[in-house]
């Protein structure tokens, strides 16, 4: 194939613009070092044999599978999306690994633990707390659930990509996708950021110690780049231990340089932390008991599961589901025997967030996830003592009207599976969500959220209420403006509120502090 006219070489001065634009957007998906994960390779010269302007389309338009439209979102701009292609031409930049010193030298306590309230300093609902992140200022949002008022806004890192609540709930523990973690105190008059550290430069997962007699006492941080997980004081965030997860392909394949710590979560059964490499295919779990002895010794089980590990979550509060999503697989770990449980296909591309579970009539206690690539929601038996006939197979694969789903959510006190659609190409779908009828199996109505495609703007991640009887979703817009939360009730899907002001910009993932904290 005769490659297309080879455009110039990026300048210094573009390369570092273009390695910023790519690490914020491209690399998760695609990897710092373009292996491919989530999103495909980008071998430089397949890409030159695809051309300029072929990238430059992909990246504005997007593709069906997953590609988001960056161009058409306005995200990028004409000359962003020109330098992003001619980037992709040339070989990739190795991003710097920071030293632990480097590291060290980033955490900071704002408020010790000693000088913080020992009940809340405000009359709040603080378990019906929502933390709503901004994506691209760099804050999260902290809304009273009850009375839909906003508390305080604080400073997070870049594109904070997960909240996860502390054992006891009080505290957020927030991630950005710049390696920086926050920890936002509830308690507080307003609730604040009393510590943060900035352990990577890339990270997506974030985990407090959960186990009884350890609760809150250490933290552990999962690094894209460099590839390591980095164990902190839980309740300062003081860097105490790295650990490099450069390994081979599950135990006896290539020598993976960029295996990235994709989901963590903490055992309900053991002093543990589940820990997914994405591109090594291993679920390690890590063994906390023992860091406060001399040496820091800290045990790792390494268990063989496949390749892409990326999110997932809790069935039954002993099965960990984990999409292996570039190969369409749903990984299950039951933490209490410690072992590699099943292996059950999926649908393209799984992303199920947390997923979903719930109590079906026919086959017992289920859990769910989406999928990006294909319009479907894969319902698989999680209940292999009381429903072994069901267990670890799919008992229904549910029809969507769209691809590009990202996030289902549930509650036990809600008739229906809530779907979004934010990944579509099509703005349309985009601005879309869906209910499913949990004992039917499936979607009893799709409707498009008035307002949203007029921002231009996707309705991302249902989160429920404490209570189970309101359902909020974001509506994800551009940085220069405002959008909304909707609020639905979780019983007849009709809105109920809308909130809106001018810092409601690029609302992505909410997270409610009960529902976060007891995995609901």
């Not at 613009?17 to 957007?25: G, N, Q, S, T, V």
Request: positive net charge; glycine residues 8%; proline residues 8%.
């Amino acid at each position: 194939m005769a490659l297309a006219q080879a455009p110039a070489p990026l300048s210094p001065a573009e390369k570092e613009e273009a390695a910023k634009i790519y690490f914020d957007r491209c690399a998760g998906c695609h990897g710092v070092l373009r292996k491919g994960a989530t999103g495909p390779a980008l071998d430089p010269k397949k890409m030159a044999e695809k051309g300029v302007e072929y990238l430059k389309a992909v990246i504005f338009g997007g593709l069906p599978g997953g590609m988001p439209d960056w161009g058409r979102q306005g995200i990028l701009k004409e000359k962003d999306i020109e330098l992003v292609a001619r980037f992709l031409l040339e070989q990739p930049p190795a991003p710097p690994v920071p030293t632990f010193e480097e590291i060290k030298k980033t955490w900071k306590v704002h408020v010790p633990p000693e000088k913080r309230p020992t009940k809340p300093l405000h009359n709040r609902n603080w378990q019906n707390f929502f933390g709503q992140v901004l994506r691209d200022t760099g804050q999260v949002a902290i809304i009273d659930g009850d009375k839909k008022e906003l508390v305080s806004i604080v400073p997070t890192g870049f594109a904070t990509h997960i909240l996860r609540s502390s054992a006891t709930g009080r505290y957020f523990m927030a991630i950005g996708r710049d390696g920086k973690a926050s920890l936002i105190d509830l308690w507080m008059n307003p609730p604040q950021v009393v510590a943060e550290s900035k352990p990577c430069l890339d990270a997506r997962s974030i985990e407090s110690s959960k186990f009884k007699g350890y609760e809150d006492k250490y933290a552990v941080v999962g690094c894209y780049w460099p590839p390591t997980m980095v164990v902190l004081d839980g309740l300062t965030l003081e860097p105490l231990k790295m650990v490099s997860t450069i390994s081979y392909a599950k135990g006896a394949g290539e020598l993976v340089m960029e295996a990235r710590v994709a989901a963590i979560v903490a055992s309900h059964f053991n002093p543990e932390w589940i820990v997914n490499l994405k591109e090594s295919g291993q679920t390690w779990l890590v063994d906390y008991s023992n860091l406060h002895k001399k040496g820091r010794p800290l045990p790792i089980t390494m268990i063989d599961t496949n390749l892409f590990l990326h999110d997932g979550g809790w069935a039954l509060k002993r099965y960990f589901i984990v999409a292996a999503n570039a190969l369409n697989k749903l990984i299950v770990i039951d933490t209490k025997t410690r072992e590699f449980a099943a292996e059950v296909e999926a649908g393209v591309r799984p992303h199920p967030g947390r997923g979903s579970n719930w109590e079906h009539p026919t086959y017992g206690p289920v859990w769910a996830t989406g999928n990006i690539g294909s319009p479907e929601v894969t319902v698989v038996g999680v209940d292999p003592e009381k429903h072994p006939q069901y267990a670890w197979k799919v008992v229904k694969r549910i029809t969507l009207p769209y691809t590009g789903n990202l996030f289902i959510k549930t509650h036990p006190n809600s008739p229906w599976v809530i779907v979004d659609f934010p990944m579509s190409p099509s703005p349309q779908a985009a601005a879309s969500l869906c209910a499913i009828d949990k004992r039917k199996l499936e979607v009893a109505k799709c409707w498009e959220v008035p307002g949203a495609q007029e921002l231009k703007a996707r309705m991302v991640h249902p989160e429920f209420n404490k209570g189970g009887t309101e359902i909020w979703v974001s509506a994800w817009g551009s940085k220069d403006t405002p959008t909304f939360i909707v609020v639905y009730d979780a019983l007849t899907l009709k809105e109920k509120a809308r909130i809106t002001g001018d810092w409601v910009r690029t609302p992505t993932g909410k997270f409610n502090v009960y529902n976060t904290a007891y995995d609901i």
